[in-house]
């Protein structure tokens, strides 16, 4: 039912009178800026970017099938390639190496041996470089 120009006139009368409580401009502006923080920080975080990608594919239609298809064949195909199987994660076993370890000799302090008084002009006697 279409309504006629006389009711249209009478409605408009009648909501001309009608005038919002005090503080409702006020409030109105406080709860939106109370709303606007609060979808901005659900976007932060994991929560967040779980919801956009859960919107994201509730939007994709009859390609979602194809996406998700994809998606758990790369995470299949990455824990196989990943994950160490049975036999490469035994450490090799201990062989005994056929050759002797040496330990060197203790290092002797040659220049306190050194003679370097002027008169022997350099020399270093029975030193051995």
């Not at 408009?12 to 409580?21: D, F, I, Q, S, W």
């Not at 932060?44 to 994809?70: D, I």
């Not at 201990?94 to 290092?107: E, I, K, L, Q, S």
């Amino acid at each position: 039912m279409k309504p006629n120009i006389e009711e249209i006139g009478s409605l408009l009368a009648l909501k001309r009178h009608e005038r919002p409580e005090e503080g409702y401009f006020d409030d109105f502006l406080r709860e939106f800026h109370q709303r606007r923080r609060a979808e901005e920080s659900m976007k932060r975080g994991p929560a967040g970017w779980w919801k956009q990608a859960s919107e994201w594919v509730s939007n994709l239609g009859a390609s979602k099938w194809a996406y998700g298809g994809g998606m758990a064949y790369v995470a299949i195909a990455a824990v196989w390639l990943l994950v160490p199987r049975g036999a490469d994660t035994k450490p090799p076993p201990a062989t005994n190496v056929g050759h002797d370890v040496r330990v060197p000799a203790p290092v002797v302090e040659q220049l306190d041996a050194l003679d370097l008084r002027s008169t022997t002009q350099g020399r270093t006697g029975e030193q051995e470089f």
